[in-house]
């Protein structure tokens, strides 16, 4: 039998420094060089992971849920409309950014051909709620007050149910005062109700609602007193019953502001400035 390793192989063992025992020449065939032992490598390497990338997530639309939804134009031919049309124009109304945050919209109440029609300033939370203009404390104050002059809210003739409405139909923030742009955008449907009630008297209550309607910016203590005009309705102004509440001193200016308001109304009182 031939030698187990050739010749070639022989020489790179003792290259290596390897030291053969080779066994007695035999017939046998040597094996071949492909037969040979694979080496083995000095160290295993461990396959490297291969990490996934996450998926970006997408931005968030512009009109997630948490995003204000965009303001509207008011509704158009407001001084042609009757009373369901405005009642429901005022509903709908997101002209300004106070619509973002109200729970109903404050229309007004009364008789639809009151002689004195009451205006306000803005809801507060009570009225916000209710959908109802002067409710609360101050509302219970307001109800005596018409009540001193014979009149009321509660259902009655024209000559003794008043009209009671506010300068704007949305709350204001945590009760803030009422910004211009807003009162501008308010206006139209307060003019409107103004027209279609048709009054006698306009009582006017509280610095941001005398303001409003007169266009002035005179405090309410050189308004009063005088009888003013809107669109050709005599105004007088007095102060609002939440503010008679933390000043209850000046009820009795309060009280004169309603008997001038009576004597006007009576055909008494001066005449329009």
Not at 143 to 149: F, K, P, T
Not at 209 to 234: K, M, N
Request: one cysteine or more.
């Amino acid at each position: 039998m031939s030698a187990r390793w050739s010749d070639r192989q022989q020489a790179m063992l003792r290259e290596m420094g390897v030291t053969l025992w080779l066994p007695p020449q035999t017939d046998a065939m040597p094996l071949p060089e492909a037969a040979m032992p694979e080496p083995v490598p000095s160290e295993v390497t461990a396959p490297v992971p291969v990490r996934m990338s996450r998926p970006v997530a997408a931005p968030a639309e512009a009109n997630s849920p948490s995003a204000p939804r965009p303001l509207a134009a008011r509704p158009s031919g407001v001084a042609a409309m009757d009373w369901p049309a405005l009642r429901e124009a005022v509903a709908g109304c997101e002209a300004c950014g106070l619509c973002r945050g109200r729970q109903n919209t404050v229309f007004g109440v009364g008789h639809a051909q009151a002689q004195w029609m009451i205006i306000g300033e803005a809801p507060g939370e009570q009225e916000d709620r209710q959908g109802e203009p002067f409710v609360g404390k101050a509302g219970q104050l307001l109800d005596n007050m018409l009540c001193a002059v014979g009149l009321t809210r509660a259902e009655a003739g024209p000559e003794q149910q008043v009209y009671i409405a506010n300068v704007l139909k949305c709350r204001p923030p945590m009760n803030r005062n009422p910004e211009p742009q807003e009162v501008a955008q308010c206006e139209p449907f307060l003019k409107r109700q103004v027209e279609l009630v048709a009054p006698k008297l306009i009582l006017a209550m509280g610095r941001f609602a005398v303001q409003s309607i007169l266009q002035t910016g005179e405090p309410i203590g050189r308004l009063r007193g005088r009888v003013h005009a809107y669109h050709g309705v005599p105004v007088v102004v007095t102060y609002h019953p939440a503010y008679l509440l933390r000043n209850p001193a000046d009820k009795a200016r309060s009280w004169d502001d309603l008997c001038l308001a009576r004597a006007v109304l009576r055909g008494g009182g001066p005449v329009p400035a």
